[in-house]
């Protein structure tokens, strides 16, 4: 839910003014939640079915977004929470409510008496972006949308290069860190306390408190792992009137279609893309799946003309750069046909890879090392996930032997000049963590780019119901072994719903892979990418090689490079550079 809200001292007649601007200023589409002296909160839109927008205490403080009742979610229906009975509570209490009673997508605001502090908390897992910076003696707080800032913007305002270089070198901190400075990003699970310009952040949650041996293992059966995901989805599309949904193919988006068909309210189209190539059409699987669930399914063929500048342009307009569309075709047809069908969600299976545990890994018999297992059954274990890496027992248990968990490091193209020094605050307490587990949280980290603006967020919410807080909280809980069987990824997943899909989705082995398709791009738009990348911002900064960029565009060298994320990654952020750098 896109948000606005300014706080200034009562008696300030220049905040008075800035209020009086953003009230006059507000779109047609936005509606006044709170307008009293020294506060003002507007929302986009009328209340959506799930979605508040209610004031707190003096009627300043305001929580914004969606919520759902966790003690409901634990026993498998639906219910919303009313938060009006967390009035008179400080924001640290608010947030353990929060934490303790509910879960969702949402932003809380709590000035304290005459705006001498504001707190600002943030669901855990990033569901509802929120932004705060100050102009003058007002604090603004906001989802990221044109308005306010385009009516107040921050002061002073200008590029930070350490944050694009870090953005060009792991695309996926685009969902988190800010390269405008001025301008603060409330990080997803804190409780943000501002005073002035003093912003302090901390954290009400951290995904390795609820990992053993922090919280006692959870060993859910298949049942109760499907009971979970079916509550999470149906307290998503208890929000929304007419929902999509994309069907890959894949197990993710299949588990989630599945329960959507569990629903009252169901998507009336699904949407399944496809590539040339056969890694990237997975259209058996997804006919499979849509004939076992009776789905209408409409099948797309992925566009394949050379990219334009207005391609990435369309991606720029944000306060980060639109990562989440940099599949740019997909992102405009699916944003099209949501449109044409009156959609007010996309549901999609994004997520899964992490929450389920896809990734084939050594870790996995460190962790029965790590866990005190007798030497035959750490034998047994390095033997179940040799068989599942493909690799020899005698690599697996070295591994272990050495504790890694092989959290991989950036990945740099030979053009990106960066080599920033990355830590990801969820990575933060993971010492005692089992390291399976620790590259679990990683991939949860990084799951949390599909949060990220594109076209299709745009024009409607994007849910991804398998990043819901109690699904993921329940996962980090259970041994990474018991969610795989030590030896097959998203083995417990398979089995929770082998009586709902078909044999030929839970059963598969692979995945698709959209790798050739965007060589193939790449290939098409070699000439524009050259010409835009070499001549643009990113190179005039030094933090890309020229030369090495000329040379990797290269038609030849394109047939056997592995760089094609890199390069629309890129795109988007230098496309963002030239929309909000100076002129």
């Given at each position: 839910m896109d948000f606005a809200a300014a706080y200034w001292p009562v008696d300030d007649a220049g905040g008075a003014a800035v209020g009086a601007r953003l009230r006059n200023a507000r779109p047609p589409a936005w509606r006044t939640v709170v307008d009293l002296p020294g506060a003002f909160v507007a929302v986009h839109g009328e209340p959506a079915r799930g979605s508040i927008a209610v004031p707190l205490d003096d009627g300043r403080g305001v929580i914004i977004g969606q919520l759902f009742n966790r003690a409901a979610t634990e026993a498998g229906t639906v219910a919303t929470v009313d938060p009006r009975a967390w009035r008179g509570t400080d924001a640290a209490a608010i947030g353990q409510n929060l934490l303790d009673q509910a879960w969702g997508a949402y932003v809380v605001t709590v000035p304290g008496r005459g705006l001498a502090a504001l707190d600002i908390i943030r669901d855990p897992l990033g569901a509802q972006d929120c932004l705060t910076w100050r102009a003058g003696c007002v604090r603004l707080v906001a989802s990221g949308a044109e308005y306010p800032a385009s009516i107040v913007p921050p002061s002073p305002l200008a590029i930070d290069w350490a944050i694009v270089a870090l953005q060009l070198a792991v695309p996926v901190r685009v969902s988190e860190a800010l390269a405008v400075t001025g301008m603060t990003a409330v990080e997803p699970g804190t409780l943000c306390r501002v005073v002035g310009d003093q912003i302090v952040q901390r954290p009400l949650w951290h995904p390795a408190d609820y990992c053993?041996?922090?919280?006692?293992?959870?060993?859910?059966?298949?049942?109760?792992?499907?009971?979970?995901?079916?509550a999470c989805v149906a307290a998503w599309a208890s929000c929304y009137a007419s929902p999509v949904a994309e069907l890959s193919g894949g197990l993710d988006s299949s588990i989630v279609a599945s329960s959507l068909q569990q629903c009252p309210i169901k998507p009336r189209h699904w949407f399944t893309y496809f590539g040339e190539t056969p890694e990237a059409d997975e259209r058996s699987f997804a006919r499979a799946t849509a004939a076992r669930l009776g789905l209408a399914l409409t099948e797309v063929p992925r566009a394949s003309r050379a990219l334009v500048s207005s391609d990435f342009a369309a991606l720029a307009a944000g306060f980060r750069p639109g990562m989440t569309g940099m599949d740019v075709h997909h992102?405009?047809?699916?944003?099209?046909?949501?449109?044409?069908?009156?959609?007010?969600?996309?549901?999609?299976?994004?997520?899964?890879?992490?929450?389920?545990?896809?990734?084939p890994t050594a870790a996995v018999a460190a962790d029965a090392l790590a866990g005190g297992a007798a030497p035959i059954a750490f034998a047994r274990a390095a033997i179940r996930a040799a068989h599942w890496t493909r690799s020899t027992v005698w690599s697996v248990a070295s591994l272990a032997l050495a504790r890694r968990s092989k959290a991989p490091p950036p990945r740099l193209a030979s053009f990106v000049q960066s080599t920033p020094i990355d830590h990801h605050r969820w990575l933060d307490g993971c010492e005692r963590v089992l390291p399976a587990k620790q590259l679990q949280i990683f991939g949860l980290a990084n799951s949390r780019v599909y949060f990220g603006e594109s076209l299709r967020s745009r024009r409607c919410d994007m849910v991804h119901p398998l990043l819901s807080q109690p699904l993921v909280e329940l996962v980090l809980a259970t041994p990474v072994a018991h969610l795989t069987g030590g030896n097959r990824d998203r083995r417990l997943a398979r089995e929770a719903f082998a009586g709902r899909l078909p044999a030929s989705v839970t059963g598969r082995h692979g995945k698709g892979d959209l790798t050739a398709y965007y060589g193939r791009l790449v290939a098409r738009s070699h000439r524009f990418l050259r010409e835009f990348l070499c001549d643009g911002r990113l190179a005039a900064a030094g933090l890309i090689d020229r030369s090495r960029l000329a040379s990797t565009l290269e038609p030849d060298n394109l047939a056997v490079c592995d760089a094609y994320t890199e390069i629309l990654t890129a795109a988007l952020i230098e496309s963002w550079l030239r929309r909000h750098g100076p002129d």
């Open positions: 053993p041996p922090h919280r006692s293992p959870r060993f859910p059966s298949p049942a109760a792992l499907k009971r979970m995901i079916d992102d405009r047809d699916l944003a099209e046909r949501a449109d044409d069908c009156g959609a007010d969600a996309i549901f999609t299976g994004q997520g899964g890879d992490a929450v389920f545990f896809q990734m």
